[in-house]
Nanobody, 121 residues
Framework: VQLQASGGGLVQSGDSLRLSCAAS??????MGWFRQAPGKDHELIGY????????LYADSVKGRFTISRDNAKNTAYLQMNSLKPEDTGVYYC?????????????????WGQGTLVTVSS
């Protein structure tokens, strides 16, 4: 699977931003969005099951971030609202071909190139 992430940028606290992740190649089971803040490990912030669209979110973004997908375009979206400075980081989309495995970065087969989101206070 090839993943192409886009949509990052510099925004102010409280603003919204939408990231996209276009997928091509073979099918996959689910897609996760990870965030890597400066000096920290990858953090799973959300996941979507590709067939059915079930989602889950990290507590840190629950109620502010929404993951969706457009099957026709084979593209996932991460809508981020009420952004905070602590949301700053490089955001990655990643796909997994295994059902029920989504929490750890090592459980993902393919990764997008990452897109930087910077939230100023």
């Amino acid at each position: 699977v090839q993943l192409q992430a886009s949509g990052g940028g510099l925004v102010q606290s409280g603003d919204s931003l939408r990231l996209s992740c276009a997928a091509s190649g073979r099918t996959f089971y689910g897609m996760g969005w990870f965030r890597q803040a400066p000096g920290k490990d990858h953090e799973l912030i959300g996941y979507i099951k590709w067939n059915g669209g079930a989602t889950l979110y990290a507590d840190s973004v629950k109620g502010r971030f929404t993951i969706s997908r457009d099957n026709a375009k084979n593209t996932a979206y991460l809508q981020m609202n009420s952004l905070k400075p602590e949301d700053t980081g490089v955001y990655y989309c990643a796909s997994t071909s295994v059902n029920g495995q989504y929490y750890m970065p090592t459980q993902y087969d393919s990764w997008g190139q990452g897109t930087l989101v910077t939230v100023s206070s």
